[in-house]
């Protein structure tokens, strides 16, 4: 069975804020404060009513299994940016992110139609960035003591893939994932 990108419900929020408040999940986060079920609450609220924005729940053979989502959807930039955590970790290293990113890009230039697709990583997830730019993201910017992390300031690295770059790749990627 593939995974399945499902529209996020209100059913799901309690379940993404347990992944979220995970250390294995907020390591790679701007925030990694605890979050309450209020503030969950009126996140998903929030998110429920931006236009710019689509989160999905992940599944995988037939588990709910992590987060993706679309944010900064621009019509006028003809671009967004995205991001995915697998909140559960036992299910790590199997491919699975390598399917999130095939579907999430395939949505995003095929059906959203938009020209860019963005997202930003720590430098410290090296694992992430690979990932990235074995679908042909290019790394479009660094940003200095970006995020504060235990203590820390953290650099981000900016990737970007344009819809004729996913042109060039999607079928070499489809035959390495679905092999």
């Known amino acids: 069975m593939d995974i399945q990108l499902t529209p996020l419900q209100h059913e799901d929020i ?3 804020r347990t992944w979220r408040n995970s250390e294995e999940v907020a390591q790679y986060m701007y925030t990694d404060d605890l979050i309450t079920a209020e503030q969950q609450e009126a996140w ?5 009513k931006d ?14 299994i992590g987060l993706a989502s679309l944010t900064g959807i621009s019509q006028t930039l003809s671009s967004c940016y995205w991001a995915f955590y697998l909140g559960d970790t ?8 390598s399917k999130v990113e095939f ?10 139609k938009l020209n860019k697709l963005r997202c930003e990583v720590f430098t ?23 995020a504060r992390k235990n203590g820390k300031w953290q650099d981000v690295v900016g990737l970007a ?12 990627m489809r035959a390495k994932i679905y092999r």
């Open 14 to 16: 309690e379940l993404v």
């Open 44 to 48: 998903f609220a929030k998110i429920s």
């Open 51 to 64: 236009p710019s924005s689509q989160y999905w729940i992940i599944q995988y053979n037939g588990q709910k």
């Open 90 to 97: 036992s299910i790590r290293g199997a491919g699975i992110g």
């Open 103 to 112: 579907n999430v890009l395939s949505y995003v230039f095929e059906h959203l």
């Open 124 to 146: 410290f997830n090296d694992k992430v960035i690979s990932m990235h730019e074995k679908f042909g993201f290019r790394r479009e910017a660094y940003y200095r003591q970006h």
């Open 161 to 172: 893939m344009l819809r004729e770059e996913w042109e060039t790749y999607r079928e070499i």
